[in-house]
């Protein structure tokens, strides 16, 4: 059995290092060949873990005394805090010491970290965040969300290629639909950048391309893999997680309303709860960084255990699959 060894930065995000280690601690009996490698300041870690039962063979610590705070100046935290969680965690990615990097940190620590320290597999021009996204037919991918704000289109040819080759391999769609988030379905549509990418990816013989997709067919299935720019990409994938939040939290006020609203809550409550939970982004992990010599792993801010208990699922997913290889292999770049 192929152990994989991710670190888990501890100090990250709104929940941490309650959450986060919870999460790891869930992940461990789940996925017997991780090997998980907390990161973060070593008494607040071992507080988080006492009169907690774990396999200590399979479960360490990475004392890092220092902690990158969201609102910080990412390539300045990354240079100086050089004793930091999420530093010190992808420094180890980098020296071959671990598989994978998984952070509910700064995104903007995270993007930095990712390209200066892992480093971009050679050919790899821009590394592109690609979160999975809950569709009414399954997941889908959003790619880019967040790293690439002014893209290139050979950049979108290439997220459109390592999105597909990731839904293939790891999410098991064979032949997923690719598609360009456009403000309409027709060719002549878009701004110049859109223009220029649409004949690129047309040409494309190793993916399936289908198009131009709006935003308000992605939530329906439109697509397996969306393809932008990290400007639009964002906005669309912040409007649909707020629309979730806010029907989510208008349809229980509804529930609760009335005695006869109450009731009728009980009756359709298992059938909801069912429904809802095919909706859940945190269920298939983070956002992976694509293109990077390792595998980093962006989650929520706010991550709770569910999230990071899934994204180790996911880096063990990824490596068994060597899916650094296939984009090699398939993209035609070199090691």
């Known amino acids: 059995m192929s152990v994989t060894r991710i670190v888990v930065d501890a100090m990250g995000g709104d929940n941490a290092p309650g959450e986060i280690i919870k999460g ?74 671990a598989d994978a990097f998984i952070t509910a940190g700064s ?11 892992v480093g971009r597999i050679r050919g790899i021009e821009r ?49 997923p639909r690719v598609a360009l988030l456009n403000i309409g379905a027709e060719e002549e549509k878009g701004n110049a950048l859109i223009k220029e990418t649409m004949p690129l990816l047309r040409e494309l013989t190793n993916i399936n391309f289908i198009g131009n997709i709006e935003a308000r067919d992605i939530p329906a299935g439109g697509a397996d893999v969306v393809v932008s720019d990290a400007f639009a990409g964002n906005i669309a994938l912040k409007m649909y997680e707020g629309v979730a939040a806010t029907l989510l939290s208008e349809i229980k ?27 859940d982004a945190s269920a298939y992990g983070g956002a992976p960084m694509l293109g990077l010599t390792g595998l980093v792993v962006k989650t929520h801010g706010n991550a709770k255990a569910n999230e990071i208990r899934n994204a180790v699922g996911q880096c063990i997913e990824w490596k068994d699959k060597a899916i650094n290889d296939r984009f090699v292999e398939e993209m035609g770049l070199k090691k």
């Open 127 to 175: 590394p592109p965040f690609a979160p999975i996204i809950p569709t009414a037919t399954g997941p889908a991918l959003l790619i880019d969300c967040g790293a690439n704000v002014d893209a290139r289109a050979s950049h979108l040819v290439q997220f459109a290629q390592m999105g597909s080759i990731y839904m293939e391999n790891v999410v098991g769609i064979r032949r």
């Open 253 to 279: 006020k509804g529930m609760t309303s009335t005695l006869r609203a109450k009731i009728g809550a009980l009756l359709v409550k298992p059938a909801l709860k069912e429904t809802l939970k095919s909706f």
């Open 107 to 117: 995104s903007g620590a995270t993007l930095v970290g990712g390209q200066i320290i």
């Open 24 to 97: 790891a601690l869930e992940a461990l009996p789940l996925y017997p060949d991780a090997h998980i490698i907390l990161s973060g300041r070593r008494e607040a870690v071992e507080a988080g873990l006492s009169g907690k039962s774990f396999p200590s063979d399979r479960l360490e610590i990475l004392d890092a005394p220092e902690v990158i705070e969201t609102g910080e100046p990412p390539v300045k935290a990354v240079r100086t805090k050089k004793e930091s969680s999420l530093v010190k965690g992808l420094m180890m990615v980098r020296g071959g010491e």
